[in-house]
């Protein structure tokens, strides 16, 4: 079998090549559909793929997406936001239950821990899983629990009702923040989470909000990270209020 003939691998680099990371998916002299030949691939996954690299809204959905992404992530290396919202009282109550979500949120990060490569789970002297499928569960399962922490958990909560009011104030870092957790993107990811709408696959996770929305481990991470910076600098801000 050919580079030409490899159906699945051309698929995935096409789908990598719009929603993907840098350097994310597989190297293009890797016949992928070769290399999987004895694996079950679902012909579900590769049309939800095919679908979303024709899906024009869904394509500029992510192009916003990203393009906020990059906005905050010069806007959150300095101190911008954690100074728009130190200006914003914290309750004692408040400030317990920013603790509360951070906390979680980093616990779940530290679910996908590697040693010598090899990820460390509660169940590894019950099941010996294949590698391969011990990476992928480790990987998705670290990245569903902090998106339904930040993204469900706490967007009902105090650090969207304090990014909120920055942005009604007018503080742009805080507007941007806001524009992130409400865009499309976002906002379909919420809803799958929310109604366990939601299942691995081939490319990552799809998540299921009127239609398909496969999105890649490398992207979802990445996502991730500055929620977490967000709601880091939210507590610190918060810390500042209560030690006044």
Same mark, same amino acid.
């Given at each position: 079998?050919? +580079?030409? =003939? ?9 789908? $990598? ?11 293009? =002299? ?5 290399l999987l030949s004895n694996a079950t691939i679902k012909s579900e996954d590769l049309a939800i793929l095919r679908a979303a690299i024709e899906d024009q809204t869904l394509r500029r959905q992510f192009g916003i997406c990203r393009e906020i992404?990059? !906005? ?21 109550? !408040? ?47 670290? *990245?569903?629990?902090?998106? $339904? *922490?930040?993204?469900? $958990? ?7 009702? *304090? +990014? ?20 499309? $993107?976002? @906002? @379909? +990811? ?22 398909? +929305?496969?999105?890649?481990? !490398? ?7 500055? *929620? ?12 500042? !209020?209560?030690?006044?």
């Amino acid at each position: 079998m050919t +580079i030409e =003939d490899d159906i699945i691998g051309s698929t995935l680099c096409k789908f $990598y090549a719009v929603f993907g990371m840098p350097d994310e998916g597989p190297p293009p =002299d890797v016949n992928v559909t070769e290399l999987l030949s004895n694996a079950t691939i679902k012909s579900e996954d590769l049309a939800i793929l095919r679908a979303a690299i024709e899906d024009q809204t869904l394509r500029r959905q992510f192009g916003i997406c990203r393009e906020i992404l990059e !906005d905050l992530a010069s806007r959150l290396t300095s101190e911008d936001l954690l100074r728009e919202l130190s200006t914003i009282p914290v309750s004692d109550r !408040d400030f317990e239950e920013l603790s509360s979500g951070v906390f979680w949120f980093a616990l779940a990060g530290s679910l996908d821990r590697r040693e010598t490569g090899v990820p460390t789970t509660p169940f590894d002297k019950q099941i010996q899983l294949p590698l391969p499928v011990k990476i992928r569960m480790t990987v998705q399962g670290s *990245l569903v629990l902090r998106l $339904y *922490l930040s993204l469900v $958990y706490m967007r009902e909560g105090v650090m969207v009702n *304090l +990014i909120t009011q920055g942005a009604q104030a007018g503080k742009p870092c805080c507007g941007r923040v806001l524009k992130l957790l409400n865009c499309d $993107y976002v @906002r @379909r +990811i919420r809803n799958a989470l929310s109604h366990g709408s939601f299942s691995s696959s081939i490319a990552g996770i799809t998540f299921r909000d009127k239609g398909g +929305i496969p999105s890649t481990p !490398d992207f979802l991470n990445w996502l991730c990270t500055w *929620l977490m910076l967000i709601q880091l600098q939210v507590l610190v801000a918060g810390a500042k !209020d209560i030690d006044k």
